[in-house]
T-cell receptor
Framework: ELKVEQNPLFLSMQEGKNYTIYCNYSTTSDRLYWYRQDPGKSLESLFVLLSNGAVKQEGRLMASLDTKARLSTLHITAAVHDLSATYFCAVVVSGSARQLTFGSGTQLTVLP | NAGVTQTPKFQVLKTGQSMTLQCAQDMNHEYMSWYRQDPGMGLRLIHYSVGAGITDQGEVPNGYNVSRSTTEDFPLRLLSAAPSQTSVYFC????????????FGPGTRLTVL
């Protein structure tokens, strides 16, 4: 059974600071997703990571994937208040039909 | 393109009632799925479909039925609602083949009393 663990679950950070959210998963995967969710809203796709060593960046967010370590990171650079949201990683098991297994989410609050 | 649409947005049921949550997509996606989200948790897969006429169970299928008679629609039926089914339900869709992004609908917030 695939398990996906995110940490931390809660993160408060000051504006302008850097931080990293970690996503560990327990079995072989051929793709990993990062999503953002604002309160009461749906999920917004941030990144799709398809191969070992993949790195993608959008604005102040950068995601990377290490399939050998079964680890993905979401790095936040110089945080701003608008980044406050819950961030989820989700993993697709190799050979499956795109069923996503989600982590529990990291609730990020960026303080002024 | 409307993307992935869900109706209703909110619903309150009494224990034992049945209802259908609607999901539709206009992107000609092969793959559609239903997830539920409970407080403090990530989404959990209920049922999914890889094409019209083909459905399969996810992690938490008990108490739910699905069918996929067309590419566009993937309704989720609650047979006899229970308080444990109080949740937010999301429908998602994606292309088949090598395209990977999954698009989520706006969600249906269901309360079972």
């Amino acid at each position: 059974e695939l398990k996906v663990e995110q940490n931390p679950l809660f993160l408060s950070m000051q504006e302008g600071k850097n931080y990293t959210i970690y996503c560990n998963y327990s079995t072989t995967s051929d793709r990993l997703y990062w999503y953002r969710q604002d309160p009461g809203k749906s999920l917004e796709s941030l990144f799709v990571l398809l191969s070992n060593g993949a790195v993608k960046q959008e604005g102040r967010l950068m995601a990377s994937l290490d399939t050998k370590a079964r680890l993905s990171t979401l790095h936040i650079t110089a945080a701003v208040h608008d980044l406050s949201a819950t961030y989820f990683c989700a993993v697709v098991v190799s050979g499956s039909a795109r069923q996503l297994t989600f982590g529990s989410g990291t609730q990020l609050t960026v303080l002024p | 393109n409307a993307g992935v649409t869900q109706t209703p947005k909110f619903q309150v049921l009494k224990t034992g009632q049945s209802m259908t949550l609607q999901c539709a997509q206009d992107m000609n996606h092969e793959y559609m799925s239903w997830y539920r989200q409970d407080p403090g948790m990530g989404l959990r897969l209920i049922h999914y479909s890889v094409g019209a006429g083909i459905t399969d169970q996810g992690e938490v299928p008990n108490g739910y039925n699905v069918s996929r008679s067309t590419t566009e629609d993937f309704p989720l039926r609650l047979l006899s609602a229970a308080p444990s089914q109080t949740s937010v339900y999301f429908c998602a869709s994606s292309y088949g083949g090598g395209k990977d992004e999954q698009f989520f609908g706006p969600g249906t917030r269901l309360t079972v009393l």
